[in-house]
């Protein structure tokens, strides 16, 4: 079973994707976990991949395509795939079906977790932090005296990168780069999309019922 895991962030993606592993038995590839890992054990791959990380460009479709090409290769993927974080644009996803073809593979499905912005926006803004190390969230786990921390009675403060402006920012970056590839996939009848608001249970039953469908 080759996935592909689209979804935009705080649409719950690492959570299905863990219980999807454990009942698929098949890996969770991460580009940037791949990334790293390449770069730390020096493959070929990976030492083309750290000239531009550390020259702080943008690591070409190329090299990364070669990085997921060696990480396909491995034996726990033999039984399939979840691909999270990556194709992000149209042309990747085009580079990553020649690179799967030459192999005799296809994708399976692309599971599109979908979420209203406003929803995403509630998730994504509702954390608080603690200097003390603890953290809290508005809807799933609230501080008991509103702006003030449990633990310590320290003021809570938000992180620049969970403020609204910051997020939505990043639903626009994910709406411009998403829309493309989401009718890539649907003119190849490869795109499921599921329901994201409701319970983790819920969704990840409707996922499941996609998938073994």
């Not at 993606?13 to 791949?34: C, R, V």
């Not at 809290?136 to 938000?158: E, I, M, R, T, W």
Request: a negative charge; charged letters at 25%; glycine letters at 10%.
């Amino acid at each position: 079973m080759n996935l592909i895991l689209l979804g935009p962030p705080g649409a719950g993606k690492g959570t299905q994707a863990k219980k999807m592993i454990d009942a698929l038995q098949i890996p969770q590839i991460s580009t940037g976990d791949i990334l790293r890992a390449a770069v730390k054990d020096g493959t070929e791959m990976g030492i083309e991949a750290k000239k531009y990380m550390d020259a702080g460009q943008l690591v070409p479709d190329s090299v990364v395509i070669g990085i997921i090409d060696d990480r396909l290769k491995e034996d726990d993927c033999v039984k399939g795939f979840i691909l999270d974080g990556f194709p992000r644009t149209v042309e990747q996803a085009a580079s990553l079906s020649k690179m799967l073809e030459k192999g005799g593979r296809t994708i399976d499905h692309v599971v599109s977790i979908e979420v209203p912005d406003s929803d995403l926006l509630a998730r994504l803004t509702g954390r608080w932090m603690c200097t003390c190390g603890a953290s809290f969230h508005k809807l799933f786990n609230p501080s008991k005296v509103d702006g003030v921390c449990d633990l310590c009675g320290a003021d809570l403060y938000q992180r620049d990168d969970d403020k609204e402006a910051a997020i939505k920012v990043r639903l626009v970056n994910y709406h411009n780069q998403t829309a493309p590839l989401i009718d890539f996939y649907s003119a190849k009848s490869l795109l499921r999309n599921i329901p994201g608001t409701g319970s983790p249970d819920d969704i990840y039953t409707a996922i499941m019922a996609v998938v073994n469908g």
